[in-house]
Nanobody
Framework: QVQLVESGGGSVQAGGSLRLSCSVF????????MAWFRQDPGKEREGVAA???????KYGDSVQGRFTISQDISTNTLYLQMNSLKPEDTALYYC?????????????????WGQGTQVTVSS
């Protein structure tokens, strides 16, 4: 059973940076794609960034140019570097993995999810 554990969330002022990490456990084969999503209470889960096993990436329009997704396959860790943070980036950020889709930012394509880590950006 694939397990995902996020870390690195916190509070930061607008314009600041944070780096999220996601450790992946319990798999036999590497997921074909991993991604970061975020969700505010009362809103739909939004795809932030995705990366395939071979390194292809895709970003949501609202974070393009500010966020960078990366992975270290040797340590089974997914990262999200977030720069130039804005108050509207405030959300619970989730790590997700799938064996089916490639470069997908659709939550329905992902089977495995972490518990989330909170990011709060103050103005």
């Amino acid at each position: 059973q694939v397990q995902l554990v996020e870390s690195g969330g916190g509070s930061v002022q607008a314009g600041g940076s944070l780096r999220l990490s996601c450790s992946v456990f319990g798999y036999t084969y590497n997921p074909s794609c991993m991604a970061w999503f975020r969700q505010d209470p009362g809103k739909e889960r939004e795809g932030v960034a995705a990366i395939t096993y071979d390194g292809r990436t895709k970003y949501g329009d609202s974070v393009q140019g500010r966020f960078t997704i990366s992975q270290d396959i040797s340590t089974n860790t997914l990262y999200l570097q977030m720069n130039s943070l804005k108050p509207e980036d405030t959300a619970l950020y989730y790590c997700a993995a799938t064996y089916g889709a490639r470069e997908s930012l659709h939550a329905s394509d992902y089977k495995y999810w972490g518990q989330g880590t909170q990011v709060t950006v103050s103005s």
